[in-house]
């Protein structure tokens, strides 16, 4: 989630208003801060939570790592004042994701205990808690559906094209292995489906990554799935 409130919702009016009182509320709590290099990890997964963080500005990555060793990578985020470690903080277990920073960063450091006071002094600000988590669930679940239910060209060809027509809370990776964990699978299967979707004039390589040659015929392919 981020420390300003998503524009949309049932609660989003009030949000709007409350924002400044929020952001002031949150730092509140904050003990300090710390400097992260790319590659250095925010959150581990499977540890205890410390702190909440929040991170001002910079990129950073998320992944789960299943017991059979393979890896699923949610995206990488562009960070505007994202707050990380707040679903673990309300149920109270250890870190559900690995959040690692893909460049250098500072990352303001919120006390857990001192957020717990605040919190039972001023309930009003769960609203936005509630409301974040509540979208950012509803994203995460698309997300995991798609993977889940949908054929990886699929899926590859569908995040090219949401891409293409809005600017996405999380990106894609430079990397052929990054890419290929961000949809469920392997590097060669990975590679299998771009192939078949180039063979079908859909997208091509540019110099940017995959790019899309005809809209049209792109959308009337993933029409053949429903």
Known sequence: MRIKPYPKGRF????????????????????????????????????????????????????????????????????DDHIFGEMEYFTETPCQWSVVADEHMQV???????????????????????????????????????????????????????????TPSLSGFDKVNQEAERFGTSGRVYRRAVKTLMEKDLIRKGELGLEIVDEQALKLFLDTYE
């Open 12 to 79: 989003s009016t009030l949000l709007a208003k409350k924002a400044t009182d929020f952001r002031a509320f949150i730092y509140q709590c904050q003990i300090g801060s710390r400097y992260f290099n790319s590659g250095d990890a925010i959150l581990k997964q499977g540890e205890p939570l410390d702190y909440i963080y929040v991170v001002p500005a910079g990129r950073v990555s998320m992944s789960i790592l299943a017991a059979n060793g393979r890896r699923f990578q949610l995206g990488e985020a562009n960070c």
């Open 108 to 166: 303001d450091i919120i006390c857990i205990k001192k957020l717990t006071e605040l919190l039972h002094a001023q309930p009003e600000m769960l609203f936005f808690f509630a409301s974040a988590l509540a979208d950012d669930y509803q994203d995460s679940l698309d997300i995991y559906t798609n993977r889940l239910l949908h054929p990886i060209a699929y899926n590859i060809a569908y995040d090219l094209l949401e891409r293409q027509q809005a």
